[in-house]
């Protein structure tokens, strides 16, 4: 079974700032994809970054990037000059390589205060 | 259309009550998804559609959930019997390929209420 925990239920940060959101999973995977989505008041999920297991690089997004540690299982995110636009519930996800389903976090609320 | 679009976006219903809730994917999109997302939750998978077909429908919690899909575009997801514990945001997802990784789009839900 997959699995995917989010510690943080709550964050704050100042526009302008930088904040990273936290996330491990746990998998007897070895390949695999990570997300983030963000999910604003519209209840929408919109990806944010995508990460294959595969690759040792770390995706990168404009002002989001993570940092993927496989051995500990660990998937965080770091946004960068953060904006009032970036207030919204974030989610981590896991998705089998030949998966059709993806597997949530509990989600993190953040808020970005002017 | 240019979005998954679902429709209620809103419903309240009594307890024992029967209650579809429709998606519209995205136009020539094949695979169709159905997640439920309860309160202080993340999205938990329903079902998977490719085509008309259910191609894994795993997440269904029990037989009073049904889904279906008829002619390979609208969805329809359907409660029997609805309980309290049903309430959520019902949230679709279309992609133009099976087992796509990153080509989701999910619609804006339907938050359903039983009383």
């Known amino acids: 079974a997959q699995t995917v925990t989010q510690s943080q239920p709550e964050m704050s940060v100042q526009e302008a700032e930088t904040v990273t959101l936290s996330c491990t999973y746990d998998t007897s995977e070895n390949n695999y994809y990570l997300f983030w989505y963000k999910q604003p008041p519209s209840r929408q999920m919109i990806l944010v970054i995508r990460q294959e297991a595969y690759k040792q690089q770390n995706a990168t997004e404009n002002r989001f990037s993570v940092n993927f540690q496989k051995a500990a299982k660990s998937f965080s995110l770091k946004i960068s000059d953060s904006q009032l636009g970036d207030t919204a519930m974030y989610f981590c996800?896991?998705?089998?390589?030949?998966?059709?389903?993806?597997?949530f976090g509990t989600g993190t609320s953040l808020t970005v205060i002017p | 259309g240019a979005g998954v679009s679902q429709t209620p976006s809103n419903k309240v219903t009594e307890k024992g009550k029967y209650v579809e809730l429709r998606c519209d994917p995205i136009?020539?999109?094949?695979?169709l998804y159905w997640y439920r997302q309860s309160l202080g939750q993340g999205p938990e998978f329903l079902i998977y559609f490719q085509g008309t077909g259910a191609a894994d429908d795993s997440g269904l919690p029990n037989d009073r959930f049904f889904a279906v899909r008829p002619e390979g575009s609208v969805s329809t997801l359907k409660i029997q019997r609805t309980e309290r514990g049903d309430s959520a945001v019902y949230l679709c997802a279309s992609s133009l390929y099976q087992l796509s990784n990153y080509g989701y789009t999910f619609g804006s839900g339907t938050r359903l209420t039983v009383v």
């Open positions: 996800a896991f998705m089998k390589l030949t998966g059709n389903q993806f597997y």
């Open positions: 136009s020539g999109h094949t695979a």
